[in-house]
């Protein structure tokens, strides 16, 4: 970023407004193709996840269904967080007016709640799979997973709307005439969010996943163990990887979720010590797990795959029609 020695403000004739960070004309231009991108790919994976999931009746699994909901949130993320993101953070100058900076900032929060919110019923869902597998289909069931996810977005939706008044201002006179900013204000409503919406969430998923990885290691001492090598047995044996394949791709996806919002929420409590650059960066690392999430099932899913396929073969038919 570069900045010229004159300071300049966005209202000139105001000392008092906020300072314009001005950037040459190319950077300017890379940032924005850059970030135009990222959201476009965002999309376009989440929307062969969803057409994946949805046209094969053969993915209708309870599994693929929280899948699918976790790939909705994401296109949600590419297809509005991210542009509306990118001109929060391209343009220091807020002109959009209130309601805008309070939509920026709802539909940001409520995508982060819809992905933890899905991670952890994502968490159940294998929990159940790894640890209670005889019950696993009896317990976790389609009519289930769909009111689970019906709830998860109803709470996320009407909790988010409630609580974002509280945290966003678009004036601080003390500070900017026009500015679009998050009140850090540590009283019992923020710290009970953030118990509700990161630390509890958070806490179960971690757990549960610890409580899988021990199931996991003690199921594939068995595997070699003499009382599997029964024709049987087989069959369970088989079912048996299957579910620890699909846990460990759902392992990875949590990390990653981890990996993108721990610097986020780091920098979010010492953003003062941080500089503007970094911060600019780590600010956008989270909406990167959008478009993480689905690479992450085009590796390990053969679904996914065949799905591309498909749809190459269908855009090369419709093109030369």
Request: include cysteine; proline fraction near 2%; aromatic fraction near 14%.
């Amino acid at each position: 970023m570069e900045e010229h020695e004159d300071v300049q403000y966005c209202f000139q004739d105001r000392n008092s407004s906020c300072r314009k960070a001005l950037l040459s004309t190319s950077i300017y231009i890379t940032l924005y193709i850059f970030f135009s991108l990222i959201s476009a790919v965002t999309v376009f994976l989440n929307v062969l996840v969803i057409i994946s999931i949805s046209h094969f009746k053969q993915l209708h699994t309870t599994t693929n269904l929280l899948i699918f909901s976790l790939a909705v949130s994401d296109l949600l993320v590419g297809l509005i967080v991210i542009p509306v993101t990118t001109v929060a953070l391209m343009e220091s100058c807020w002109g959009f007016g209130e309601h805008f900076c309070v939509f920026q900032f709802y539909i940001t929060y409520l995508c982060t709640s819809l992905s933890l919110g899905n991670l952890v019923l994502i968490s159940i869902d294998r929990y159940v799979a790894v640890c209670d597998p005889l019950l696993y289909h009896s317990k976790i069931t389609i009519t289930r997973t769909m009111c689970c996810i019906s709830f998860t977005w109803c709470c996320c939706i009407i909790y988010r709307a409630a609580i974002i008044r509280n945290f966003v201002n678009v004036q601080v006179p003390s500070r900017c005439l026009t500015e679009c900013v998050i009140l850090e204000r540590l009283n019992w409503v923020t710290l009970i969010d953030i118990a509700i919406t990161m630390v509890v969430p958070c806490s179960v998923i971690i757990t549960l996943y610890m409580k899988i990885f021990v199931v996991a290691r003690s199921q594939a001492r068995k595997v070699f163990s003499k009382e599997a090598v029964s024709v049987s047995g087989v069959k369970t044996i088989q079912a048996n990887k299957s579910e620890r394949k699909a846990t460990k791709t759902l392992s990875i996806v949590v990390i990653n979720y981890f990996i993108c919002w721990i610097p986020f929420l780091f920098v979010f409590f010492l953003s003062f010590l941080i500089e503007d650059f970094l911060l600019f960066i780590i600010s956008f690392l989270p909406l990167v797990n959008s478009l993480i999430n689905p690479i992450i099932y085009a590796l390990f899913y053969p679904w996914f795959k065949i799905t591309f396929k498909h749809f190459n073969i269908l855009t090369l038919k419709l093109r030369f029609s």
